[in-house]
């Protein structure tokens, strides 16, 4: 690459100044590195003003200006629209090129292609580095050279060519090159929240850099421990740094270097490579929406786009009972209140009221991809349309369409004793664990016992699964040609 003057570094996904592909390239080969984050209005202002992930960014862009400040730099902060924003920026600061960490939804590879077309007719250059996968979508292929569509094979792909090329873990370092960057023109003056149109508030979890390493050195702590407990929503013994991987407050290959060494070394027990597939499995959706962008509203499989889901006023309420916790089957409420209340939901519990919507309620796995997209602090299109995909049973690798989860079941393997429940559905809190799972068979005497009438502290529930199931392999029957 070039040698150059100047050089913007444009902050996205990668919200770090440690292992950073794009910084690390910047101050390798330029003479002045400045760094800017554009607030990107087209996003921000159709958000609630209480929004928990603008909370979580502000914060950690605090985090990352206080740390490049400690290395001699600074980070610029603007607002508008990035195709606006950026190339007057790179012209302000005659900056030869612009870096960023390269982003593969296909709205923002719409957007970085038109940035590339703008600068270059200024006369600037446009670098895209890959930086928040392990490997991209052409890096892992099956024999024949063609994309994988199913996790095992793709998995051990990913693992075999990671053990060939162990250098794709290196960090990208910055500290040791921070003279190249610009100095801060004065005091950091970073927009407060309520400047940016926001009330003010805490992020939903520890944020910026430290938040990360704060949670996964905890998480470190009891890895051995993931492979049995990471179902157990009440066990709450996930690493929760999916919001933190969304944002880039940690880097992807430190994860999964450490995880690795884990592995290897067996000092993470049975539990590391459990976690070490999880991180995998983000890599493939990854590459699935990038090589498929038509999953963003299409079935992965195309029999499956002649799906009649339900619709109509009944759906409709149907839907908002889902979307508030009030279906009457508690483990799906509870899901639902975790996510309302906190915007996060257990991997275990999004299963299952994935599964509840599409298949207990015969509704469009689109309707609820998309609430999950407004309530999730860690929405990432590619995992949540994979996800979606998967329980609605219409994507790759999906779970198949006659398999269905008995929410019932469910609740007695994965929330046995209720504590999940008791935690987050309140009115079933003095029900014991042989009543709470499905209150409505539990007779009206003991209910009232406990201060539980059906129908007034909590509801009936909305539809009955047996019934429910049978309408759902009708549903699915027209796709049994094509698929099997
Ligand atoms: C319907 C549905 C929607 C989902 N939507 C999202 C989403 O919007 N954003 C998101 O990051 N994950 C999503 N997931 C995947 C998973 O539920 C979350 O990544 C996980 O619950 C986050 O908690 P954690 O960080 O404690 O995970 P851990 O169990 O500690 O896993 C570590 C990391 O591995 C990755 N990971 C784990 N499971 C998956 C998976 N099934 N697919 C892809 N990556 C995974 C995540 O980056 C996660 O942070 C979804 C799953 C389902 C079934």
């Given at each position: 690459m070039m040698n150059m003057s100047n050089s913007l570094v444009w902050f996205r996904r990668d919200l770090r100044a440690f292992d950073h592909a794009a910084l690390h390239r910047a101050l390798t080969t330029s003479n002045c590195v400045y760094c800017v984050f554009v607030y990107d209005r087209d996003i921000l202002d159709p958000l609630p003003r209480d929004d928990r992930r603008v909370r979580f960014i502000h914060a950690s862009i605090a985090s990352l200006d206080a740390e490049l400040r400690r290395l001699g730099a600074y980070l610029i902060v603007r607002q508008g629209r990035p195709l606006d924003v950026i190339p007057a920026l790179a012209a302000e600061l005659e900056a030869d090129a612009v870096l960023v960490g390269s982003d593969y939804e296909p709205d923002a590879v719409e957007r970085d292609a038109r940035m590339n077309a703008r600068l270059e007719a200024d006369g600037r250059k446009f670098f895209s580095l890959k930086d928040?996968?392990?490997?991209?979508?052409?890096e892992v292929l099956t024999l024949a050279k063609g994309p994988f569509s199913v996790f095992t094979p793709y998995k051990n792909a990913w693992l075999k060519r990671l053990a060939a090329m162990?250098?794709?873990?290196a960090s990208y370092p910055v500290d040791q090159y921070a003279d190249a960057f610009a100095p801060p023109p004065g005091p950091p003056a970073l927009p407060s929240l309520e400047e940016l149109g926001f009330e003010p508030g805490e992020p939903p979890l520890p944020a910026g850099m430290e938040g990360a390493e704060e949670l996964f050195e905890r998480f470190v702590g009891h890895i051995a421990d993931y492979g049995r407990a990471r179902d157990f929503p009440s066990e709450n013994c996930t690493s929760r740094l999916s919001t933190h991987l969304r944002f880039g407050t940690t880097s992807i290959r430190h994860l999964v270097r450490t995880a690795q060494q884990m592995v290897v070394t067996g000092?993470?027990?049975?539990g590391a490579s459990v976690w070490l597939s999880e991180l995998i499995w983000r890599d493939f959706y990854s590459m699935i929406l990038a090589r498929n962008p038509h999953v963003v509203t299409r079935?992965?499989?195309?029999?499956?786009?002649?799906l009649a889901w339900e619709s109509g006023e009944e759906a409709d309420a149907l839907f908002a009972a889902w979307c508030e916790g009030r279906t009457g089957y508690p483990l799906v409420d509870a899901a639902m209140a975790q996510l309302n209340q906190t915007g996060f939901m257990h991997n275990r519990l999004r299963m299952v009221t994935a599964s509840f919507l599409t298949k207990d309620l015969g509704i469009d796995w689109r309707r609820g991809e998309r609430y999950f997209a407004l309530k999730?602090?860690?929405?990432?299109l590619a995992s949540n349309n994979g996800g979606w995909q998967w329980a609605a049973s219409t994507?790759?690798?999906?779970?198949?369409?006659?398999?269905?989860?008995n929410p019932v079941s469910q609740s007695l393997r994965f929330d046995g004793q209720g504590e999940f429940i008791r935690e987050w559905v309140p009115a079933l809190e003095r029900l014991g664990a042989k009543e709470i799972h499905a209150p409505w068979l539990v007779g009206d005497a003991v209910l009232a016992e406990k201060g539980v009438v059906l129908g007034r502290d909590y509801p009936l529930p909305v539809v009955e699964h047996d019934q429910a199931r049978k309408k759902t392999l009708e549903r699915f029957s027209v796709v049994k040609k094509a698929v099997g």
């Open positions: 928040q996968v392990i490997f991209e979508k052409e162990p250098e794709t873990l000092a993470g027990g049975p079935s992965f499989k195309p029999a499956f786009d002649a999730l602090n860690d929405y990432e994507g790759c690798d999906a779970q198949p369409w006659f398999r269905i989860f």
